[in-house]
């Protein structure tokens, strides 16, 4: 009864108005435009196939694909986190298309940090088909059939310091519950606070740096680990290298 | 606490008077596909985005009897999983793929599968909606890829045809595919046995004395793991069996990276088991016989053995029989007769 009773008072209220106090039109507010920009790097240098690179470790590898999840796009303020909705992308590094994307928000705030989630999280691990990116034959390279989850992140090349057939190197890093999991969320601060308002354009430029992977808390010797192909303890180790993995270059 | 839940399909109009939760309504005629017997726990998949139609029901049909969906358009989901064996496949102990490949373990039988969270006799698939990937890109079964079965659906006129009336679209996609399948496959009950009638006292169907004996046998040995009403826990086991040197196939630790899953599958249900011969994961046994004489033997050595199978199981001979007569009461006629899940192209 209440429900309806109260938008009636409210027009009554707005009917007894007198006509020279309505309020001024407010220009309808613009949403903001957030393009996020993925730029796949070794180390200082613009990722390029077909090209040996000298990792810290003083391995030597050449990468033939680079594909990387990263989902769950927020941006963290003092009064508020805002999320992208349905925030997965699928970074192909030979497909430039796929480096770039846009997030519309009309949530007109200050915002600190950046958070996003390198991997996908367990529910849409555990969910039926999905679309997008996460659609099992549009990420089908990223898709493992025979156990249901997503490939978060594929990396495969050659090294000399390789004991793999043909100097192979093949990480297909996944595994999102218990003691399996390897999707990482990472909070990346802002140098200075990122305003929102109306109108807003900004362009959001991401470090994707393969060197990370090899530097992390665990220091992966392509000698030692040339491969990791299935999900357990070598992927999970594998995946705390995520945190560095992709970084803020610039805000436009 | 009994629950009579209701799916809607395309029979007879029933009148739903007590139905748990929103009842899964087929949009399109509003009528009751089967009721659940009363002493049933409510599904586990409950087509809530997926909304049940006769129309998506019969695209998943013809994708199920589809052998377009290997690579050499040679084998389809029935060719492995025949309707007259409950949808499991007889004769021999592994499924055949593209190009004579032979797999490494036994089809199970198709139903009830709404019941289930986890496919697959070590549960690597976590969704009904995605089981059907696994078959279609093994390189030992169908050996496809999904985009080029999408291309190949889409060339043909009547997959537009089953596609429209489903979606109202003419495009297949990933989605609409998988999700007609999961209504085929999601829709198969197996609740029409013998054992269902004796259960919700349909008139004059009783169990004999030999069968009410093996029922007794079965829920004092059998019943803890493959428990009623489905006749399986779902949980993973290891029954005792020593793994084939040739296979070493690990079982459910493949699929979580533990060693404490080491050995053990699924337990599979008892639903339809005189239909779904050989048995086990790898097919080893043939007959129900030598099953039975399995856990008799028992005393088995085996790292992770079920807790439940230390020492061996006591049955006489009398008892054997028993419950051999009871297990074929667990075969449901209904089902695989039924002509709404039999290969559209060879209707009358």
Redesign the interface.
Known sequence: MFKILLPISVLIFLSCKPEDTKPKPVPQPEPAQLQFSVLPCMGSDTLLYNTYYSLDQGDTLKVSKFNVFISNIRLVGTNATISESNSYHLIRTHQPNTHNFVWTTSEFQTYQALQLTIGIDSARNCSGVQLGDLDPAYASDMFWSWTTGYIFLKLEGNSPQSKNFNQFVEYHIGGFSGSNKTQKTITIPFNSPLAISSGTHKKINLKLDVKQLFNGVNKIKISEQGSILSIGLKAAQFSSNFTQLITLRSIQ | MFYKFVLYFFATMVLVSCSVDAPVKNPVNDTPFEFLPENWPLPKYRFT??QISKDRFELGRALFYETRLSRDNSISCAGCHIQNYAFAQTDHAFSHGVDNRVGTRNAPGLFNLAWHTEFMHDG???????QP??P???PIEMDE???RV?EKLNALPKYKTLTRAAYNSDTL???RM??AM?QFMGLIYAQHSKYDAVKNNTNGIHFTAAEQRGYDVFIQHCNACHREPLFSDFEYRSNGLAPLPMLLDSGRS????LSKDKWKFKTPSLRNVALTYPYMHDGRFTTLDQCIEHYRRGNFNHENLDPLLKGAITLSEGQISDLKLFLNTLTDYTMIYDRRFSDPQLQP
Do not use: M, Y
């Open positions: 985005e997926n690597a698939i976590n969704h009904i909606e995605k990937l696994a279609i890109a093994n890829n999904l985009t999408l996609t990933s989605q998988l999700w999961t493949h699929v979580t990276g």
